[in-house]
């Protein structure tokens, strides 16, 4: 049976993971983009089941006692979690299924299925465009961009935990690079594929 693998993305809240994904979602082949649970209020323009599922404190400690998040994390004072049953669907499927989590998660993940996957930090070349880049989005007020940037400070000290890192300097380059680390993604077999494939090799 074909077997999916996982893409992990991180970088700093305005380093421009959703723009990368959005311009080269026709180009990385059929995906499905792990859509994370948070207790934070959604922004102008979010959707709820489409940016994120947006759920109470208490809903989502319900969902941990109940075992339900593949990972979890608090993160700018919320919490945000991976639930574990739509992603061992799709990968059932085969699919590549891509994370936008932060530092924290992408360590439980590893922990969890390092051998399937693959782990790309994103980030602005410089704090400075970071900073401007969330001021220019207008999502957030001054104290919550001064916390966000704040959490980027330290998050960047876990570049060397990835396999990739990707600067997005332009959204063009930036999406030429992901498509690339995406393919790769694919590839990656799990180590229990890998064994039955030296003894299939063996056997013709
Ligand atoms: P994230 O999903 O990582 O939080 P977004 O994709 O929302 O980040 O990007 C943050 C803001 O920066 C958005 O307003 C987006 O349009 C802008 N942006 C993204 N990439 C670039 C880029 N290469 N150059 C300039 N602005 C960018
Ligand atoms: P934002 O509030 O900007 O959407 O996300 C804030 C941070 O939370 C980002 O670094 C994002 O990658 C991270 N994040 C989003 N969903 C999850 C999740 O399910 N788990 C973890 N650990 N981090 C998440």
């Not at 396999?163 to 799990?190: G, M, P, Y």
């Amino acid at each position: 049976m074909q077997r999916g693998a996982i893409l992990v993305l991180s970088g700093p809240s305005g380093a421009g993971k959703s723009t990368i994904i959005n311009a080269s979602s026709d180009e990385i082949g059929e995906y499905y983009f792990s859509i994370s649970t948070t207790t934070r209020a959604p922004r102008v323009g979010e959707e709820h089941g489409v940016d994120y599922f947006f759920v109470s404190k208490e809903a989502f400690e319900e969902d941990i006692k109940a075992g339900n998040f593949l990972e979890y994390a608090q993160v700018h004072g919320n919490y945000y979690g991976t639930s574990l049953k739509p992603v061992r669907v799709a990968l059932s499927e085969g699919k590549l299924v891509i994370f936008d989590i932060d530092v924290q998660g992408h360590r439980l993940v590893r922990a969890k299925m390092n051998d399937i996957t693959t782990s790309a930090f994103i980030t602005p070349p410089t704090l400075k465009a970071l900073e401007d880049r969330l001021r220019a989005r207008c999502t957030d007020d001054e104290e919550v961009i001064v916390g966000r940037i704040e959490n980027a400070k330290e998050e960047i000290k876990a570049v060397d935990e990835y396999d990739f890192t990707i600067i997005n300097d332009t959204v063009e380059k930036a999406a030429k690079e992901f498509v690339i680390v995406a393919k790769a993604a694919r590839l990656k077999q799990s180590s229990e594929d890998e064994e039955k494939f030296i003894t299939q090799w063996l056997s013709k």
